[in-house]
């Protein structure tokens, strides 16, 4: 399934097609664990709790933030998939953020931790049929095919994996 299937296709979707690169669900979501199997932990380590500026999230709140807003996105899309007809709340990443105690964590234990959410994840939408993966979501002012849920989990990961890349990495040295 690709963007053709979504009704009323908010803008950040485009971004969403954009970033997975026209992949459709199921390989999206292959892929992005692919890539977390691949992360090189030496470096991250080595950079720490350093920030590329001030009054940013280390890496390992971002880390916790990935983990965060999946377990989120997955609530939102089993409401759905379910036909409970309650539209989930908006939550506020940084409050949340300021919240966790992802300081106090091990890269290696919030990398594991983040794959087997993300192996969840996958679990999750390989069990929903096609009628529940074009199921209409309403929320917020964005209405999009459940199956863009996944699309977007994605995307935050390929999103945020792209700033420790280039904001973070440049700090190992």
């Not at 350093?50 to 939102?76: A, S």
């Not at 990443?93 to 919030?110: R, V």
């Not at 999009?144 to 935050?156: E, K, N, R, S």
Request: contains cysteine.
């Amino acid at each position: 399934m690709q963007e053709s299937g979504s009704k009323n296709n908010p803008a950040f979707l485009e971004d969403v097609f954009k970033l997975n690169k026209g992949s459709k669900l199921g390989e999206a979501l292959t892929l992005s664990l692919k890539r977390l199997n691949e992360i090189d932990v030496n470096p991250l380590n080595r950079i720490g709790l350093k920030t590329y500026q001030k009054d940013k999230w280390t890496i390992h709140q971002i880390i916790q933030h990935l983990i965060d807003w999946e377990r989120i996105w997955c609530f939102r899309a089993v409401i759905f998939a379910r036909g409970e007809s309650a539209i989930p709340i908006a939550h506020d990443q940084d409050i949340m953020g300021s919240n966790s105690n992802a300081n106090e964590l091990s890269i290696e234990q919030l990398v594991n931790e983040l794959r087997a959410v993300r192996q969840s994840t996958i679990m999750m939408f390989e069990s929903f049929n096609e009628k529940i993966l074009k199921t209409n979501c309403v929320f917020f002012e964005y209405e999009m095919p459940l199956f863009t849920i996944g699309l977007t989990i994605t995307a935050h990961q390929i999103h945020h994996l792209k700033i420790i890349q280039d904001r973070y990495l440049p700090l190992d040295k």
